[in-house]
């Protein structure tokens, strides 16, 4: 069965720009998790969506926000992006029914400059 | 909201020695699971553990929920064993699923 995918891998914006980050879910899974990894602030979690509803919010501006297709894919997006938003955005996939074991994509390194 | 401590911080160990990683998370939890992050930044599953024990071959792991903790063991390390490892929990139960992380505890296998 094939992992959790994320696309692009790597990403370099300017300061003000906005981006859009991708993810595929393992095959069946039908929660999406997004969490923001930075030396400073570590692993944080971001959002949760389940069939295509926001099931769980994290302590972030409202510049991040996200979605989820009917095919359980998901997509987040930062507007006006500051150079705080420097990070690895991390993606995990799980069932999200009765068991929440979470798998991780591969991620997605944003620079902005 | 729960709180998760890994330690120790960092470890350093020669190969074949045998280690021990620990997590204490404040609340109960419904999800506990412990990764290792390569050095391209993925994380790999390594346990997912809310109570119990699990081995899968040199790695084990304990979970005593009831006194909240968690404990990853690694035997016979090797230098493929460096890296990263997180401890994180989900304290929800029913309809969300929201993991919190530790800090993290960097392993270095000298050869």
């Known amino acids: 069965k094939a992992g959790v995918t994320q696309t692009p891998r790597y990403l370099i914006k300017t300061r003000g720009q906005q981006v859009t980050l991708s993810c595929s879910p393992i095959s069946g899974h039908r929660s999406v998790s997004w969490y923001q990894q930075t030396p400073g602030q570590g692993l944080q979690f971001l959002f949760e969506y389940f069939s295509e509803t926001q099931r769980n919010k994290g302590n972030f501006p409202g510049r991040f926000s996200g979605r989820q297709f009917s095919n359980s894919r998901s997509e987040m997006n930062v507007s006006t992006l500051e150079l705080g938003d420097s990070a690895l955005y991390l993606c995990?996939?799980?069932?999200?029914?009765?068991?929440?074991?979470?798998?991780f994509g591969p991620g997605t390194r944003l620079t902005v400059t | 909201g729960i709180q998760v401590e890994q330690s120790p911080p960092d470890l350093i160990l020669q190969e074949g020695a045998n280690s021990t990683l620990r997590c204490n998370f404040s609340d109960s939890v419904n999800n506990l699971q412990w990764f290792h992050q390569n050095p391209w930044g993925q994380l790999i599953n390594l346990f997912y553990?809310?109570?119990g024990t699990k081995q899968n071959g040199r790695l084990s792991a304990t979970t005593v929920a009831t006194e909240r903790y968690s404990l990853l063991y690694i035997s016979s390390s090797q230098t493929t064993d460096s890296g990263v490892y997180f401890c994180?929990?989900?304290?929800?139960?029913?309809?969300?699923?929201?993991?919190?992380f530790g800090k993290g505890i960097t392993l270095s296998v000298r050869p």
């Open positions: 995990a996939s799980s069932l999200g029914l009765t068991t929440y074991e979470q798998y």
């Open positions: 994180a929990v989900d304290p929800y139960t029913g309809a969300n699923s929201k993991l919190t």
């Open positions: 553990i809310p109570s």
